[in-house]
């Protein structure tokens, strides 16, 4: 029984849900900063929920549509696909069952997000097909992850944002924006050689390894600026400001292990460091909504 989950659970990488759920919980805190960032165990575990069966939808359909090509791959040929691990009729099952309680949870939260849901699965799903046809595959990502904090703060508010809200939450959502851009350019260079000769697109293609690490760079630069003004207009102050010195940190440090380290560092860069980013913002976001902006700068 174990190990069919660990099957499951690695099918669909189910560790990587650490880089989106931070902050989608992020954004769940701030929406719900009158009660001090909790909307209640139902909303919660709904979001929660609907956040898991997305992804889950989301990452079973990029395995089923790159079966072809992760089986040319000497880094994916192992995966359950390709490998047999794993039927394709099972890997459907799992794609539209997900999808259905990511929809399900979506009804019992809000109208809103049941009217959104489906608007969601499609963008989230959509980014695997999109190394076919443009070099921009990066951002369609980045896109798909942002939809999380925005499906979490409306998860908690539903339609009755204020203007504020809507600044700071597409303040946010451009920040993860970047932040994906940028790791998912580094994570891509893995499979530069791969994708030019099969004709898969990305910057890293497009534009050469040298000049996507720095497009990758100023992305990176740009989301911290982004965190910035997302803290400045949710009013956040010394944990914020110390969790952003960390975050930046952290990215630096990623682009110096991306250049200067062979691409088997790749996966500690694209792994650890940008789930700590995820994490530190959720830790600091969370401290200044529970003790409501406690911490000041004498």
Known sequence: MFSTIQKWASFVRFSHTVFALPFALAAMLVAARDHRGWPGWKTFGLILAAMVGARTCAMAFNRIVDRKFDALNPRTKNRHLPAGQISLASAI????????????????????????????????????????????????????????PIGAWLAVRGADVSTLE???????????????????????????????????????????????????????MIMCGLLVGFGFLCGFRLAYLVGWLIILVCLVMEHWIARRRSLNWINNAFFRLNALVGMVFLIVVAAEVIFQGGFKLR
């Open 166 to 220: 809507i600044f700071q939450m597409t303040t946010l959502a451009a920040a993860v924006i970047l932040w994906l851009v940028g790791f998912d350019i580094i994570y891509a260079l893995q499979d530069y050689e791969f994708d030019k000769s099969h004709g898969l697109r990305s910057l890293v293609v497009a534009w050469g390894p040298q000049n996507a690490l720095a497009a990758a760079f100023l992305a990176h």
């Open 93 to 148: 099952l799992l794609c539209v069952l997900s999808g259905a309680g990511m929809v399900a949870a979506s009804f019992f939260l809000n109208p809103l997000c049941f009217y959104l849901s489906p608007v969601a699965l499609v963008a989230v799903c959509f980014y695997s097909l999109t190394k076919r046809f443009t070099d921009y595959t990066h951002v369609f990502l980045g896109v798909a992850l942002a939809l999380a």
